[in-house]
């Protein structure tokens, strides 16, 4: 198991449990928070699945990839330094993070 | 009214007798059934909504089903749209492998349903988005154990079943399904030919550029793709089984699986019961609601006129994606609020073969110029499509910076400078004026 904290762009935070392997995305979508679309399902075609990652957390993650890096360009609301793809962060086991949602994905 | 005198077991009762009753029965719960409810939820309707599908699945999304499902990359849990707490907190029933056979509607749009498990579902409004299901491939032997369609899980666990014992597969069809999966499959170790009866790949949603492009991409790869290809019949081994495929050339190619993806055709027959107007699908206004004027039709099975602002308004079309199916779902949700949003919108699609990504924003029909865009070290490949000087679409693979930038211009009806755009150095995103 893993967790995940959403901070919405409002400030309010939900703890959600995620299975380890799971994408930051998909623990959001399966739980119907909103904030998180990820309308491709997690195929890096999309950009529905903008987080903005805490920084103390943003170091321990693995480098992005070049296609993410692009795809972040083209997001609804503007990247910030700690802009991520949910989609492409998947959980190990033990893990905690914590994401901002921006205000809209579309 | 009465049910609430009743006792609890005799509401029960009362219930099964006469067939449970709910706001809404949505019927096909898939991609445009499943976020129909959502959305409404989201917008706060309170009525009972009931979503029933004929497959014995949870809801789950169809895209990985020919790319990282068939090849073990991702596992069924995560095609799965939401977790089951979810429906149940939200008030929404979930009724699988029911398969609705006739309807009785009144003149009001409310209604009973008849299912095949001899159940029915008493309703007080009705959407249909029972989607598509696969042309069948008209030729003898297209019953032998080893020929499979891909459109629904079923047929996917289907396929990943065949896989381990074949070496060579035959994919009738080069369109997105028939690419995808040939893709796949041959990631996976196999032999794999394609069949193309056209006069080239994706011929109904790329322009020529594009096509050759994947041609020449894919034949590189390694797939043997025969374009105009003619098949006189599938082989039986003598046990029941595919043996091999025959052209009408003679040359016979040998397959232990033959996947056919020759497109697909919307589920209109509920439609026709209820006496809607069908053409190519069921016919919607811009807000999908069916010419009874109550019934709410979504998705793949929708014919609609076309989302793009400024398109001429006489102009339908019936599109087969993702994102159609999610943003034609909100409008439909607007519609059983009572409010009326038109459904507009960039339309934009995506298709992932081999370590070939492709993204399309907007519509390319009716173009009459394009701009070709190349990378080729970066593997990087963009055709814009032009009519009358204006962008009004892109095929972009391996390159989101373009697609994000032709889907942000059309967004905001603006432009892109074709000359300067045909330099693939320079970023479209600061030619958007
Ligand atoms: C293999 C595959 C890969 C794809 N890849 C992509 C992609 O990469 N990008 C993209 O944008 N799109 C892709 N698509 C297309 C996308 O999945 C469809 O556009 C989308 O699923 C349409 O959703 P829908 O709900 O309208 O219809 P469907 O998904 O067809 O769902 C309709 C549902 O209704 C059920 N049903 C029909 N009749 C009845 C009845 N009488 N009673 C009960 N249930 C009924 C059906 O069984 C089905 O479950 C792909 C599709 C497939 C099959
Ligand atoms: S879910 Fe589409 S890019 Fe992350």
Redesign the pocket.
């Known amino acids: 198991m893993a967790k995940v904290h959403f901070t919405d762009f409002e400030g309010a935070t939900q703890v959600i449990e995620a299975n380890t392997g799971d994408s930051i995305m998909e623990t959001a979508v399966r739980n119907g928070l909103e904030g998180i679309l990820g309308e491709?399902g997690g195929s890096l075609s999309c950009a529905t699945c903008h987080v903005f990652v805490a920084p103390q957390d943003l170091e321990t993650l693995e480098p992005m990839e070049e296609m993410e890096d692009e795809m972040l360009y083209g997001t609804a609301m503007d990247r910030e330094e700690n802009s991520r793809l949910s989609c492409q962060i998947k959980m190990c086991e033990g893990q905690e993070l914590h994401v901002t949602t921006p205000e809209t994905q579309v | 009214m009465s049910a609430q005198i009743l006792s609890p077991s005799l509401a029960g009762a009362e219930a099964s007798a006469t067939g449970t009753a709910t706001g809404l029965l949505i019927?096909?719960?898939?991609?445009?059934?499943v976020q129909l409810a959502i959305s409404l939820r989201a917008l706060g309707y309170t009525e009972h909504i009931t979503l029933?599908?004929?497959?014995d699945h949870r809801p789950y999304?169809?895209?990985a089903?020919?790319?990282e499902f068939l090849q073990d990359k991702v596992g069924s849990e995560s095609l799965i749209f939401r977790s089951n707490e979810y429906w149940i907190e939200h008030n929404i029933t979930l009724v699988k492998g029911?398969?609705?056979?006739s309807l009785d509607a009144q003149p009001d749009g409310s209604g009973t349903a008849m299912g095949r498990s001899g159940n029915s579902y008493r309703y007080t409004r009705l959407a249909l988005?029972?989607?598509?299901r696969p042309r069948l491939f008209e030729a003898p032997g297209n019953d032998l154990h080893g020929v499979v369609y891909?459109?629904?899980a079923d047929d996917a666990l289907k396929l990943k079943a065949l896989a381990p014992g074949a070496t060579d597969v035959v994919v009738i069809g080069g369109g997105?399904?028939g690419l995808?999966a040939a893709s796949s499959l041959q990631a996976m170790g196999k032999k794999v030919t394609v069949i193309e009866y056209g006069p080239r790949l994706v011929g109904r949603a790329v322009g020529e550029e594009t096509s050759e492009y994947f041609l020449a991409q894919h034949t590189a790869r390694g797939l043997d793709i025969r374009i105009g290809g003619r098949i006189e019949k599938i082989i039986d081994d003598g046990q029941g089984a595919v043996r091999s495929v025959r052209l009408e050339s003679g040359e016979e190619i040998p397959a232990q699986v033959v996947l056919i993806g020759i497109g697909v055709i919307p589920?209109t027959?509920?439609g026709e019961k209820l006496g809607l107007k069908i053409d190519n699908g069921i016919v919607v206004d811009k807000h999908a609601i069916a010419s009874d004027g109550h019934t709410i039709v979504?998705?793949?099975?929708a014919n609609m006129p076309n989302p793009v602002p400024g398109a001429p308004a006489d102009e339908r079309i019936r599109l087969?994606?993702?994102?159609?199916?999610v943003e034609h779902a909100k409008v439909a949700a607007y519609s059983l609020m009572g409010q009326r949003e038109a459904y507009a919108g960039i339309p934009w699609?995506?298709?992932?073969q081999a370590n070939m990504k492709l993204q399309i924003a907007g519509l390319s029909m009716g173009f009459d110029a394009t701009v070709k865009r190349e990378l080729p070290e970066k593997g990087k490949f963009t055709v814009l499509y032009y009519r009358g000087g204006q962008i009004i679409a892109a095929d972009c693979v391996n390159a989101p910076l373009d697609f994000m930038a032709v889907k942000q211009a059309l967004a905001a009806g603006k432009n892109i400078d074709p000359y300067a755009a045909s330099n693939p150095a320079t970023l479209l995103k600061t030619l958007i004026a």
Do not use: H
Request: glycine share 10%; aromatic share 6%; hydrophobic share 35%.
């Open positions: 491709c | 019927i096909g719960a898939s991609q445009s059934g029933l599908g004929d497959e999304q169809r895209p089903l020919s790319k029911e398969r609705i056979e988005t029972v989607g598509a891909l459109r629904n997105f399904i995808e589920n027959q509920l979504v998705g793949d099975v087969e994606s993702v994102n159609n199916a699609f995506w298709s992932n």
